[in-house]
């Protein structure tokens, strides 16, 4: 079935860092990809999308390639701000259907 | 403005009372369905419909049920909780065959 793998733990850095988020899937087919973002006490917000392998998504200075090759869809950000402190998702929805497959977040905190 | 709205956000209950968490969405979505969030395991879906009186068991069904008699509308019932369903809850909608899942700000469920 369809899967998707972040990276283990919890991330911290300073304002303004660099931040990388590894997101990898397993799926049958043509997925679509997500980022999804929940801030503190909020159910999840799309970030970005990108539906078919080379797209890259982006939005609020967040980026994601599409790489079917290496199966992977990892987020980044060139400069992270104090509001950029939430837990970020990856998520694949299958091709036909419109069920999303979740991958179990990553918290991420940025300190000033 | 667009919106799912759940209700309550909070409830803290004993084992075995019958209780329903209510979801309603106003974008006349026909894909509804239901996610428990527990720490370390990301997003798990429980149940959803893709439309009036259809539904069908997600990853985690036990314990839980559902109905979609109107389209806005999408219960969940948990009739004998127990201390194992502690947990957030969020229910989502979308349109079929979309890319944009919608959220809503999620119940937090304890069982005592």
């Known amino acids: 079935g369809n899967s998707v793998t972040q990276m283990e733990g919890p991330v911290t850095l300073s304002e303004e860092a660099f931040l990388t988020i590894n997101c990898t899937y397993t799926?049958?087919?043509?997925?679509?990809l997500f980022w999804y973002v929940q801030y503190p006490g909020e159910g999840l917000q799309l970030l970005l999308k990108?539906?078919?392998?080379?797209d890259k998504g982006s939005n609020k200075g967040f980026e994601a390639t599409y790489r079917k090759e290496t199966t992977s869809f990892h987020l980044e950000k060139g400069s992270v701000q104090v509001s950029d402190s939430a837990v970020y998702f990856c998520?694949?929805?299958?091709?036909?259907?419109?069920?999303?497959?979740f991958g179990k977040g990553n918290q991420v905190v940025v300190i000033p | 403005e667009a919106q799912v709205t759940q209700n309550p956000r909070y409830l803290i209950t004993v084992t075995g009372k019958k209780l329903t968490v209510t979801c309603s969405q106003n974008?006349?979505?026909?894909?509804m369905s239901w996610y428990r969030q527990d720490p370390g395991l990301g997003l798990r879906q429980i149940y959803y419909s893709m439309n009036v009186e259809v539904t069908d068991k997600g990853d985690v069904p036990e314990g839980y049920k559902v109905s979609r008699k109107e389209k806005r509308n999408f219960p969940l019932i948990l009739e004998s909780p127990s201390p194992n369903q502690t947990s957030l809850y969020f229910c989502a909608s979308s349109l079929m065959g979309a890319h944009e899942a919608f959220f809503g700000q999620g119940t937090r469920l304890t069982v005592v």
């Open positions: 990108a539906t078919k392998a080379d």
């Open positions: 998520a694949l929805r299958g091709y036909g259907n419109n069920r999303l497959a």
């Open positions: 974008m006349n979505h026909e894909y």
């Open positions: 799926a049958t087919g043509y997925p679509s």
